[in-house]
C-alpha cells in the first residue's frame, strides 16, 4: 500500500448510500483507470467523486477499498495546500506530507536507494475542478512499476489521462444533477402511484415523503385514515401530534367528509379567508396553532375511493411560503384519489393476507390431521389384515358363513389401507418440496400399469390398445409419481369402463413436451361433475359411477403431481360416451 493506496484509507473512511453512476459512464472511467496501469506504467489508480463534504471512491484499480468508502475533503484540501503543481497534476512529496498527523495509515513498505525513489507518503493526485474552479473529484496515481517517481514525459501521459478522467467525472455529475431534477419535477402523484400496492399506508407515506414535502415546499404533513372495522389510523410527526387538539382533530375528520363530497381542498393560513362550513373560533384557533409552531398555512385533502371518504392529508407550509396555487390545489385533489385507493389497496391486502395467513395454518392444521389419523389407522388395520390371514390361510376351521364375513372384511380393510396409503401420498405432494427428477420411460410404466390390470381386463373383456414411438418416450420427474399417474388413470379407465367396451392409451413427443392420452368407452363424466373432479374426495352424481369403489384421492393426486412437474392435464368427456385425459410432462429429450 502506497501513496494513492494512503489517499484512500484516510480515518473516518465511511461506505454505503451514494448516488448510482449510469453504468456507460462508469464503463468510461473504469476505461480511464485502466489506461493509467497500462499505458502509464502506474500500479494503482483511483477515481472518486465529491459527495457533499466527502470524496466518494467510484473506480479502483488494484485498491484495498471498497467502491463506495467515502474520505473527508478537508483531508484531500490539506495535501493540495501543500503540494507542488505539476502542471494538471498535484504531487506532494513525502517530506511535506501531512502523514501521520491527518490521519494516513502508513504502511512498513521499503524505499529505494535513489534520490527520486518512490516514498510511501508520496502523493500524486488530479485535481478534477468544474467550470467554476470547484473541486467535484480527484483521480490518485500510485505505484510506479519502476519505483520512481514520474519524470517530464510520463507526467504529459498523465496529464492527457486527467484530462479525460476530468470531462468524464463532470459529465457523470451533470447527468446526475439533471436525473435529480427530473425525478424532483415528477409529480407525487406518480409517485403514490407507482408505489405498490402491498405497503402499508404508513409504509407509502414513509417511502414517499420527502418527495411530497419538497414537491410542495411543505415542511409537515399529516395523514389519517378511518375505517370501521380497523379504527383510526394515523401518520403524524411527534410535536404536531402533541399540538393537536381533540377539537381540532374532530373537525378534520368532519370536514374531510365535505371537501370529498365537494371534490376540493381547504386551505387555512395567516393570510387566508375562512373557509366554507369552518366556524370562525375553528379557524383562529387552527391560525395560532400554526402560529405557535412557526409555521403559516395548511391545506387540507380529503383522500377517497369512489365515494368513500377515507381520511385526509394535511401539508403545512413554514413563513415565507408562497400562496397555495390553484394547480397545486387541483394536484393535491388528484393525489387524495390515489392516496384513497393506496389506502383502500393497503386495507384490502392486510385483510387477505390475515385470510391467507389463517387458511395456511388450516391448511397445516388438516395436513397434521390427515397424517396423525392415517398413521394412528395404519397399525390396528395391519393387526386386522394380519389376524384375517391366519384365519383364512391357516389351520383353523372357519365355517362358511364366517368365511363369507372374513371376505368381506377382507375387501373392506383392502379398501382403508388403500384410502390411508392416498391419504399419506396426497399429503407427500408438497408443492414446496424441491424435485429429485430423471429421464422415465413412460412405455415401461403404461405397460406395467396394463400388467396390474390385466385380470380386470381379461374379466371385463375389454379390448385395450397401446400406441406409442419405436424410440422411448422420456419424461423428466420422479419415477415414483409418475408411475401413480399413469396407473390411477389405467385403474379408473378399466373401473368405469363396462364389459366389452375399448380403451386407447398413446403417447407422443411433442418436442418440448411428452403427452399421455388415456381414452375409454366409459361412463363419461357429466359437465356439472368435471367442476369438481379434481378435489379431495369428491365423487360423482352418477349412481353408476358411486357404485364402484374408489377413495375419491386418485384425481387429486394426478392434479398434485402433474403441476409439482410443471405439466397439464386435460378432460374431454360427455355422459354416457366415455373420457379422454390427456397428460403433458417436460420432456427429458
Not at 312 to 329: F, H, K, N
Not at 463 to 475: D, G, K, N, S, Y
Amino acid at each position: 500500500m502506497t501513496g494513492a493506496q494512503l489517499e484512500t484509507r484516510a480515518i473516518a473512511v465511511s461506505t454505503g448510500g451514494g448516488r448510482m453512476l449510469a453504468d456507460q459512464l462508469l464503463d468510461s472511467l473504469q476505461l480511464i483507470a485502466d489506461g493509467i496501469v497500462a499505458v502509464a506504467g502506474f500500479g494503482v489508480a483511483a477515481i472518486r467523486i465529491r459527495r457533499g463534504e466527502e470524496l466518494e471512491l467510484i473506480v479502483d484499480t488494484e485498491l484495498p477499498e471498497e467502491v463506495g468508502s467515502r474520505i473527508p475533503l478537508a483531508l484531500m484540501l490539506e495535501e493540495l495546500a501543500v503540494a507542488e503543481t505539476w502542471g494538471a497534476l498535484r504531487f506532494v512529496p513525502h517530506e511535506l506530507s501531512g502523514g501521520k498527523e491527518l490521519g494516513w495509515v502508513v504502511p512498513d513498505y521499503p524505499v529505494a536507494d535513489a534520490p527520486d525513489a518512490w516514498h510511501p507518503m508520496d502523493m500524486l493526485v488530479a485535481p478534477l475542478y468544474d467550470a467554476e474552479g470547484e473541486l467535484r473529484g480527484t483521480l490518485a496515481i500510485d505505484s510506479p512499476h519502476d519505483g520512481r517517481r514520474p519524470g517530464l514525459e510520463a507526467r504529459r501521459v498523465l496529464e492527457r489521462f486527467a484530462e479525460l478522467a476530468s470531462r468524464a467525472v463532470l459529465t457523470a455529475l451533470e447527468r446526475e444533477s439533471l436525473a435529480e431534477q427530473v425525478a424532483m419535477a415528477e409529480t407525487v402523484k406518480s409517485i403514490v402511484r407507482s408505489t405498490s400496492a402491498q405497503l402499508s399506508l404508513e409504509g407509502l407515506l414513509q417511502a414517499s415523503e420527502r418527495t411530497l414535502l419538497e414537491g410542495f415546499d411543505a415542511q409537515q404533513l399529516w395523514i389519517k385514515t378511518v375505517d370501521e372495522e380497523q379504527g383510526v389510523a394515523e401518520y403524524l410527526p411527534e410535536a404536531l401530534r402533541l399540538a393537536l387538539p381533540p377539537e381540532i382533530v374532530d373537525f378534520a375528520q368532519r370536514a374531510a367528509h365535505y371537501c370529498w363530497h365537494q371534490q376540493t381542498v381547504m386551505i387555512v393560513g395567516t393570510h387566508e379567508p375562512v373557509p366554507t362550513k369552518m366556524s370562525q373560533d375553528h379557524h383562529d384557533h387552527v391560525v395560532r396553532l400554526l402560529v405557535q409552531m412557526g409555521m403559516q398555512s395548511l391545506v387540507f385533502v380529503p383522500l377517497g375511493a369512489g365515494p368513500e371518504c377515507m381520511g385526509s392529508l394535511v401539508l403545512v407550509r413554514g413563513p415565507q411560503a408562497r400562496a397555495w396555487t390553484d394547480i397545486e390545489c387541483a394536484a393535491l385533489l388528484d393525489i387524495g384519489h390515489d392516496l384513497g385507493r393506496a389506502a383502500l389497496n393497503a386495507r384490502t391486502f392486510e385483510r387477505e393476507h390475515a385470510l391467507v395467513t389463517e387458511l395456511k395454518a388450516l391448511d397445516e392444521y388438516k395436513s397434521q390431521l390427515i397424517s396423525t389419523v392415517s398413521h394412528e389407522l395404519k397399525s390396528p388395520l395391519t393387526t386386522v389384515q394380519g389376524h384375517l390371514e391366519m384365519l383364512t390361510t391357516g389351520e383353523i376351521v372357519v365355517s362358511d358363513d364366517a368365511r363369507g364375513s372374513l371376505t368381506a372384511i377382507g375387501r373392506a380393510s383392502q379398501r382403508m389401507s388403500r384410502v390411508i396409503e392416498d391419504l399419506l401420498f396426497l399429503r407427500q405432494l408438497d408443492p414446496a418440496r424441491p424435485l429429485s427428477p430423471s429421464a422415465v420411460d413412460l412405455a415401461e410404466l403404461v405397460a406395467e400399469a396394463m400388467a396390474m390390470s390385466s385380470t380386470a381386463i381379461v374379466a371385463k373383456g375389454l379390448r385395450v390398445t397401446f400406441e406409442a414411438p419405436e424410440v422411448p418416450v422420456l419424461a423428466l420427474g420422479e419415477p415414483d409419481e409418475l408411475d401413480k399417474i399413469v396407473h390411477n388413470l389405467m385403474t379408473n379407465a378399466v373401473k368405469y369402463t363396462p364389459e366389452h367396451r375399448a380403451i386407447d392409451i398413446a403417447l407422443t413427443d411433442q418436442g418440448g413436451t411428452v403427452a399421455l392420452t388415456v381414452r375409454d368407452e366409459g361412463l363419461g363424466i357429466s359437465e356439472e361433475d368435471q367442476a369438481g373432479l379434481f378435489t379431495e374426495f369428491f365423487r360423482s352424481t352418477n349412481p353408476l359411477a358411486v357404485a364402484q369403489p374408489g377413495t375419491g384421492l386418485g384425481l387429486t393426486i394426478v392434479r398434485r403431481i402433474v403441476d409439482r412437474h410443471g405439466g397439464s392435464i386435460s378432460l374431454d368427456s360427455a355422459l354416457g360416451e366415455g373420457s379422454t385425459f390427456v397428460v403433458t410432462l417436460p420432456s427429458a429429450a
